[in-house]
């Protein structure tokens, strides 16, 4: 294995990199363990439990985002197979991917678009149920449409939601909060793209600007909300709330598995591969996969060469005590999902004993399998959302990799894994900007 002093120079250099976790565990006992040292973190059943209630906001969401109606109101993405992509990248690695892959296409959620739909609506729906439950306009039996009615949303107009975002969570709560009847004010770091902010603007929330990094934008978003009653922060960093959405992803996909007939067991592993930033979506969903299928499935996040936070907080143990810009690495990115230069110490912790490692990625691959997914399967995801696309390549062409299927008796095993790339991005994108990102991934080297 690397040295941390070698890891940390391949990140200051912006080589693409590969952190094998040394601290990972077997999965029932890591669970237990941080069942105990995290008292807030849910079991099962209370992932379950935020299923139904995403399942109660069903009849509102169909009538209130009309997108959703397709699957009655249940805010899922389809599993995707994709071998032509599979074959497609065959001869710029020199050889062929095992197994089977597929996307997990959050780029089609209703709602935002990306990953965010799944957290940030929960967050939202559980703090307006909350609310409506305790001014006594609400009972558990009623059909959730009355959530568009007059009286729920005089009550929510009292409040105002504060969240700092690099975009898509700003989106995402943006939409969920401002058409539930709050107030929602978003933080944002000078560079969230411009698209991003108009759209929010034009749906009525109010976006501040800062000139400072991403967790510049979130301790600015914590201040403001702190000294008001009536105002509600959703912290990125912390929110057990947005973890418990997220983990939900895992019991959708595991049903999404047994109806595809996709065996998940000792002889065929999974693999996950997610595109992390501060680490809420892909912790929350690595966590309950973990709860779910134990020791079957193996997660890796995957960071851009040029904001690995998650990378460098976990292999130095420093988790939330560091921050890239103290190995004077410049956060600057085109992944905007994924540019933040701080991780979340609780995630950071919560996956130290259950993710098998963190990768990172180049802004250019990431343009150059945009461009061949684009070609190869008709999908088109934003940059971010590419960064699990690269995981089954880094499984087989990169040595870390390689060694870590060998060290676990997995290389045998491979013809029949799974891999999926956690898709988390792409919906919203503007025609034109998808036009530009496509091109510009055509024009590029070709190295994967
Ligand atoms: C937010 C985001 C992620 C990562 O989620 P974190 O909770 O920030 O780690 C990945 N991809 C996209 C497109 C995102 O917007």
């Not at 105990?36 to 439990?49: C, F, I, Q, R, T």
């Not at 299928?293 to 460098?312: N, Q």
């Not at 696309?389 to 870390?400: A, C, N, Q, R, V």
Request: proline letters at 4%; charged letters at 20%; aromatic letters at 10%.
């Amino acid at each position: 294995m690397k040295s941390i002093e070698h890891l940390i120079e391949e990140m200051k250099q912006y080589n693409e990199t590969f952190w094998v976790n040394p601290g990972k565990i077997n999965s029932e006992k890591a669970l237990k363990l941080l069942q105990k040292s995290h008292p807030g973190l849910p079991n099962l059943e209370a992932v379950m439990d935020a299923d139904m209630r995403l399942r109660r906001f069903a009849p509102f969401f169909v009538s209130a985002f009309p997108e959703s109606a397709e699957k009655s109101g249940i805010i899922e993405s389809p599993l995707i197979s994709i071998p032509e992509f599979q074959k497609s990248v065959i001869p710029f690695v020199g050889g062929r991917i095992l197994g089977k892959w597929y996307l997990k296409a959050d780029h089609l959620l209703p709602i935002s678009g990306s990953i965010k739909a799944r957290g940030g609506v929960y967050e939202i729906i559980k703090f307006a149920e909350t609310l409506a439950l305790s001014e006594g306009i609400l009972n558990l039996e009623e059909n959730y449409k009355c959530f568009a009615e007059e009286k729920f949303k005089s009550l929510f107009g009292k409040y105002t939601i504060v969240v700092g975002s690099t975009g898509n969570l700003g989106l995402s709560i943006g939409t969920i909060g401002s058409t539930l009847g709050f107030k929602v004010m978003v933080h944002m770091s000078h560079d969230a793209k411009a698209w991003k902010i108009e759209l929010l603007r034009s749906k009525g929330v109010e976006v501040v600007l800062h000139d400072s990094d991403y967790s510049v934008a979130v301790a600015e978003g914590r201040k403001s909300a702190l000294s008001d009653p009536y105002s509600y922060f959703v912290d990125d960093e912390n929110s057990i709330e947005l973890f418990v959405g997220y983990a939900v992803a895992a019991l959708r996909l595991k049903q999404q598995m047994i109806d595809q007939k996709i065996d998940v067991n000792s002889e065929h592993p999974l693999f996950v591969y997610l595109p992390c930033g501060v680490g809420g979506a892909p912790g929350g969903i690595a966590y309950a996969l973990k709860l779910v299928f134990g020791d079957d499935v193996f997660v890796f996040l995957a960071e851009p060469t040029h904001a690995p936070c998650m990378m460098l907080g976990m292999a130095t143990g420093k988790y939330d005590r560091i921050s890239v810009g103290d190995i004077d690495i410049d956060l600057k990115t085109d992944a905007d999902g994924l540019a933040v230069g701080r991780a979340s110490g609780f995630v950071g912790q919560v996956l130290s004993p259950l993710i098998d490692g963190i990768y990172t990625i180049s802004d250019d691959k990431l343009y150059f399998m945009l461009f061949i997914l684009h070609e190869s399967e008709s999908m088109n995801l934003e940059p971010s959302a590419l960064a699990g696309l690269s995981g089954p390549i880094k499984m087989f062409y990169d040595s870390e990799g390689f060694s870590h299927l060998a060290e676990n008796g997995l290389l045998e095993k491979m013809e029949n894994s799974t891999h999926i790339s956690w898709a988390t991005g792409g919906n919203l994108v503007p025609d034109l900007m998808m036009k530009s990102y496509i091109k510009k991934g055509q024009g590029l080297s070709g190295t994967l």
